[in-house]
């Protein structure tokens, strides 16, 4: 059985992150979507906010499984889930530079833990948690960006804090 993890932010999930965690629930046996958790780091979404985001989101698929980490190593975290493979997903060459770095790191930390790049769909290519929450906050509609439960709670976010 070989267990995955995906790990990230999350900070708002998108549709590009949706369709990674799905593209990855059919090539591993099971997926553990880990979110970090930087206390240090000013998110729009809280942990328990993100956790049940993306629990009901990816609530249909039965082989992943949604958890939290922070101060903690991606390649610890993958050996306490006794995951051998790390995900990550890959939109541009910026993307890949940086993952490689990673990818070498945690290599050298854990030779038995190997990294998976999944290049993001075209439609996708662009979308990141940040640019996200940075148009929606000026106005711009994302609904087509992120799943409507995310919209959704996007929106309450954005008019608390407006109000």
Known sequence: MTTAIFPGTFDPATNGHLDLIRRSARIFDKVVVAIFDNPSKRQMFSLEERLSLLQQITEGLGNVDIVSFQRQLTVAL??????????????????????????????YMDDDIETVYLTSRVEYSFVASSLVKEVASLGADVSELVPPVVFEALHKKLQSTNA
């Open 78 to 107: 993958a050996r306490t889930y006794q995951a051998s493979v790390i995900v990550k997903g890959v939109r541009s060459v910026a993307d890949f530079e940086y993952e490689t770095q990673m990818a070498s790191m945690n290599r």
